[in-house]
T-cell receptor, first 112, second 114 residues
Framework: GENVEQHPSTLSVQEGDSAVIKCTYS??????FPWYKQELGKRPQLIID?????GEKKDQRIAVTLNKTAKHFSLHITETQPEDSAVYFC???????????FGAGTILRVKS | GAGVSQSPSNKVTEKGKDVELRCDPI?????LYWYRQSLGQGLEFLIY????????KSGLPSDRFSAERTGGSVSTLTIQRTQQEDSAVYLC????????????FGSGTQLSVL
């Protein structure tokens, strides 16, 4: 089955700097890669997702890139703000298995 | 309601007791998932329901865990003879269709087994 590894486990950045979180997946058949943000004590919420037929997707200050050959994808947050502080989870989904396999999460702290 | 609703929000139980956790998905969502989140860990898949199809139970950690979904809507996750290692946040999520896309999560049930 699919296995997703995520790093770093914690990341501290200064407000205004960029943050990058990276994930690798094991199953080359996986074709859907979402990112979820979980603020302290809150539920995980989808912030951006990408399919395997696209190399990059942007939504304001966040972007996701996908390298299918290397089987890794990354979340990029530019101009970080204190409200970006949260745990971020990447995930991968195989086309015939209707479930997401999540990474272990990255705690992002944005220092003001 | 507008979102996925879970109850109770917190449950404290004694080792060996049975517990039931409830999930009410978004109306019209055919797919329903249960995940478990242990302290400082990622989200561990437990079980998946899609419409009237047989559920995918491949993530259930032992036969003490079971789940059902009645009428294609509300789901109940049951843990029998709870153990301390069952302590975690149990999250339910629903989505409009198959494919695990755009999951909407509930706020979870914090289960503490003493």
């Amino acid at each position: 089955g699919e296995n997703v590894e995520q790093h770093p486990s914690t990341l501290s950045v200064q407000e205004g700097d960029s943050a990058v979180i990276k994930c690798t997946y094991s199953d080359s058949a996986s074709n859907y890669f979402p990112w979820y943000k979980q603020e302290l004590g809150k539920r995980p919420q989808l912030i951006i997702d990408i399919r395997s037929n696209v190399g990059e997707k942007k939504d304001q200050r966040i972007a996701v890139t996908l390298n299918k050959t290397a089987k890794h994808f990354s979340l990029h947050i530019t101009e970080t703000q204190p409200e970006d502080s949260a745990v971020y989870f990447c995930a991968a989904s195989e086309p015939w298995r209707n479930k997401l396999v999540f990474g272990a999460g990255t705690i992002l702290r944005v220092k003001s | 309601g507008a979102g996925v609703s879970q109850s109770p929000s917190n449950k404290v139980t004694e080792k060996g007791k049975d517990v039931e956790l409830r999930c009410d998905p978004i109306s019209g969502h055919t797919a329903l998932y249960w995940y478990r989140q242990s302290l400082g860990q990622g989200l561990e898949f437990l079980i998946y329901f899609q419409g009237n199809s047989a559920p995918d139970k491949s993530g259930l950690p032992s036969d003490r865990f079971s789940a059902e979904r009645t009428g294609g809507s509300v789901s109940t996750l049951t843990i029998q003879r709870t153990q301390q290692e069952d302590s975690a946040v149990y999250l339910c999520a629903s989505s409009l269709d198959r494919g695990a896309e755009k999951l909407f999560f509930g706020s979870g049930t914090q289960l503490s087994v003493l």
